[in-house]
């Protein structure tokens, strides 16, 4: 079994109201050098909750996230850390469109069977 951590990715139109709805997974595991993030935004979700940022716009910062998760070169000075801070430096605590749950352990034998999982339980 292999340990891993992951974490929902939310968004957050009015950070003031701190209402959100989850658009995503990351997930971290060590042993297996994985770090990936799935994201889908629903739209009827995005139209309920609207806020001050476009559609468009938010894809393209769910891009930025993605990038720097894989390590992307256009992914910018997160992107070259290594698995670990990086995965520290997506999940950190902060007030913006785009937040993170606290990262949460497990163990797995698959880690990207359970980010597929994970992804359809909690944002599908």
């Known amino acids: 079994m292999l340990l891993y951590e992951y974490a929902v990715i939310r968004m957050v139109p009015r950070v003031e109201r701190e209402e959100f709805f989850n658009v995503g997974v990351v997930l971290f595991c060590k042993e297996k050098s994985f770090l990936k993030a799935l994201f889908y935004i629903a739209p009827d979700k995005f139209t309920a909750f609207g806020g001050e940022i476009s559609l468009h716009q938010l894809e393209e910062n769910l891009r ?7 390590g992307n070169a256009d992914g910018g000075p997160i992107a070259r850390l290594d698995l670990a801070s990086r995965f520290r430096w997506l999940t950190a605590v902060r007030s913006s469109v785009i937040q993170t749950s606290r990262p949460h352990p497990g163990l797995c034998e698959d880690p990207e069977e359970t980010l597929q999982a994970l992804f359809g339980k909690l944002v599908q």
């Open 64 to 70: 930025s996230f993605e990038k720097m998760c894989n």
